[in-house]
């Protein structure tokens, strides 16, 4: 049978060993789970409450309009209910972009390295990639907007960035949205947004009436604690929402996570806490690593990418089998680092012990 060629360029997904076999493999009761920037504080104890007394239907079709999570959000986020599109995380938003305005022909500007699913997609839709390196980690702004051209169609904006974890400051932002061509729709991927100091958030959802040509996207996975749940959203003006409904599956997102994002939504205390919880984490963290000399990128995630004195696969190696998961960086196309979410504050103080026995070893 005959595929896409582009097909032939890219491989599937490589799921890491699950946590079981790596119990079994090196023969550890507990694991600490560092490589997805899932939220380690879990999800709100108001969603814990609806769980204990829901009464599930699993044999009805979900709404497919996702009506009262879409008027709660427009209500939060102070845009129309028909500027917004919901999406088995953010992540399918990403494919219905990909699907509706890349083809053979035209070209998508990202940066390197920055979240691989734009290029994965954008690759099986046949389109040209143009990939500009970051500037220590950041988006080279001004690079990108060189690699424009006619044929450009989609440029990715991803702040903060993973795997950096560094933002567009809002200054830039405008800057670039002022002087990028209408012809170019230009995709801000916000899915770390809450972990972001109130000082640098670009207030990106007071520009989608300016910049016809701009969608945001956000998700549930992160500081809401619902990855398992696969919800996430969209906001732009409502001509590009109606040209992704149009490639958008007419269920897309399950009853329940629907429901579990409402409830989330507005709790808005849980968010506070976990982004404070995270950033008094943070900042130890890079206090120890400022004391044994690794250089790391400034991170407004959850999540922190580091410089490593051998290979990221060897650090990785070496934590896995004291029960530590983490990302190494050569995954990541950024060699001799590794990234790792931000965890409780107990693991990563065991963290810290182990890295600092890696650092002796190594020195």
């Known amino acids: 049978m005959k595929t896409k060629s582009s097909l032939k360029q890219i491989a599937p997904y490589q ?38 007394s829901y009464e599930p239907a699993f044999d009805i079709y979900p709404d497919g309009h996702t009506a009262q999570l879409r008027k709660d959000l ?3 986020l102070k845009v129309s209910e028909s500027e917004i599109i919901f999406g088995s995380g953010s992540e399918e938003i990403i ?32 389109a040209k990639i143009k990939e500009i390196p970051t500037i220590e980690g950041h988006h080279d ?10 044929d450009t169609n989609v440029i990715w904006l991803c702040s903060p960035n993973n795997p950096t974890g560094t933002p567009i400051t809002k200054q830039d932002f405008i800057a670039f949205m002022d002087t990028c061509p209408q012809h170019v729709l230009v995709v801000l991927d916000e899915a770390y947004y809450e972990y972001l100091d109130k000082k640098k958030d670009l207030h990106a959802m007071k520009q989608i009436q ?24 969209g906001v732009a003006n409502k001509q590009i929402i ?63 990418l580091v410089s490593t004195p051998t290979s990221g696969t060897k650090v990785f190696d070496y934590l896995i089998q004291h029960g530590f998961i983490v990302r190494p ?28 026995l890696y650092q002796h070893q190594n020195s």
Not at 211 to 233: D, M, V
Not at 248 to 276: D, M, V
């Open 15 to 52: 799921q890491g060993k699950q946590i079981q076999d790596i119990k079994r493999q090196y023969q550890i009761d507990r694991i600490v789970k560092l490589s997805s920037n899932e939220n380690p504080y879990g999800y709100a104890d108001t969603v814990r409450q609806f769980l204990a």
């Open 74 to 76: 427009a209500h939060k």
């Open 95 to 126: 494919q219905m972009i990909c699907r509706a305005y890349l083809f053979q022909g035209v070209n998508t500007v990202m940066a390197t390295p920055t979240f691989p699913q734009y290029k994965h997609n954008a690759i099986i839709e046949g």
């Open 141 to 150: 702004l001004n690079g990108m907007l060189k690699a424009i051209d006619q």
């Open 210 to 233: 300016k910049y016809n040509n701009l969608i945001i996207l956000r998700t549930f996975s992160k500081a809401y604690g619902l990855a398992g749940l696969r919800i996430g959203y």
């Open 242 to 304: 109606n040209q992704l409904n149009v490639v958008r599956g007419p269920f897309n997102t399950t009853s329940i996570a629907q429901q579990i994002a409402q409830i989330a939504l507005a709790n808005e205390a849980f968010i506070e806490k976990t982004r404070q919880q995270n950033l008094k984490v943070k900042l130890d963290f890079q206090a120890f690593l400022d004391r044994i000399g690794w250089h790391y990128y400034t991170s407004e995630t959850n999540f922190m």
């Open 329 to 356: 960086g050569e995954l990541l196309g950024i060699p001799n680092t590794i990234r790792f979410t931000l965890g409780l504050q107990d693991d990563m103080y065991r963290m810290q012990e182990l890295l600092s």
